[in-house]
């Protein structure tokens, strides 16, 4: 993969806008008509485990490049009416989870470690109170550096949390001006050895390639810096610039950003750095070390993608609570209000704060299982999905995606055959629009998503 090269006419033919497809259908396809019976039918119907999701809104600063459901507030009273509504939110689903237990469990935001080391302990508390949580489970958070002290990286091993992502972004400070998002080198290196030292199993490191102001030598030496602090994991996501969407954005300049071709020099820079380091590249987006969870599970074709991303547990089998948090259990999307008075009002009249949702058809399914093959594993058995499936012709219930498909064919990014489809590592970076040529909804909602590079 490293030493792939992209020319610009593929650029410019395949830069198109499209899903990431952490569902499918994906989360656009949710809408209003939906029965919140369903909800209590997929979970009554779903296997023995589920992972759980948590957001928190919350920041103390606005960073202008995030498109995360986010309330930026120096108030920290306001978390503490936020924790007694997932109080009450954990409190409607109890009833419904049976005996399920809970295998991996995620804070995401906003800024989870906006939350005071009391607020977090209550937080563990309710969670325990109202979910069997496995012992063995995998508790993580998502810790922005500038509010998290070490007495607070202390009090989450304490309280029972294995695995931690910082948010890093990138450690050039033009580009950390440019984003409003100044963070230290040293408090990283400092906080990544004292999880270290305290024994959390798994450290995760963000990047994002595509911000004001990268040149492809500062963020080599970021990417460096980087690898010097050893992570476990590391994500390298592409910044989604959508600024009619997200009013933060327009505070970047667009004569800032890189055009598609420089943005995708500095992935392929990244991705030559991190795998010549040893990282074994996961996915689109994720790199670990061979030993770790992640990348066993995709040696071992048990890779999942789900909202949270890359994941060793059930795509089909998660929980979300809290403001804009999307569920997907057995073949059920649903997801709450994003608006956070609708929903408070919402659970204030015990009552889920479910906004919208989408239940899928067979046909759903199908199409879901065939697309997550290609972006965990690039490769898709046909035999397999059709005996799974009973699909007498695959080729002939796909028909119209073949000749979507035969552009990418032409310029070598997939390869077909009688029993298998194979994206190449030239078509690694299209995986997303080549996983559209399946999706029956893109036609939709097209404009809404980011560009694939």
Known sequence: MQSIQWDAALIAKYNINGPRYTSYPTALALNTAFPQAA?????????????????????????????????????????????????????????????????????????????TEAQLSRLMALLHQHFMILPAAGISIEIDPRSCSDDKLRHLKQLGFNRVSFGVQDLDEKVQIAINRVQDTELIRHQVALCRELGFSSVNLDLIYGLPYQQPASFAETVAEIIRLDPDRISLFSYAHLPERFAAQRKIPDCSLPDAPAKLALMQLAITQLVAAGYQFIGMDHFAKPDDALAKAQQAGKLQRNFQGYTTAGQDALLGLGVSSISQVNGVLWQNSKDLPAYYAAINQQQLAVERGFVLSADDRLRAALISQLICHFELDIIALSQQWQLQSFWQYFDSA???????????????????????????????????????????????YSKVV
């Open 402 to 448: 073949l000749s979507l498909l035969k552009p990418f064919m032409e310029d070598g990014l997939v390869e077909v055959y009688a029993e298998q489809i194979r994206v190449t590592d030239a078509g690694r970076l299209w995986v997303r629009s080549i996983c559209a040529c399946f999706d029956a909804y893109l036609q939709q909602g097209q404009q809404r």
């Open 39 to 115: 909800l209590f039918q997929a979970l009554a119907s779903s296997g023995p485990e589920l992972s759980l999701y948590l957001h928190i809104p919350f920041c103390h600063k606005l960073c202008y490049y995030c498109g995360c459901n986010k309330v930026v507030t120096r108030h920290q009273h306001k978390a503490d009416a936020y924790l007694d509504a997932l109080a009450a939110e954990m409190a409607l689903y109890r009833p419904h989870l049976q005996q399920k237990v809970i295998n991996q469990l995620h804070l995401g935001g906003g800024t989870p470690t906006f939350l």
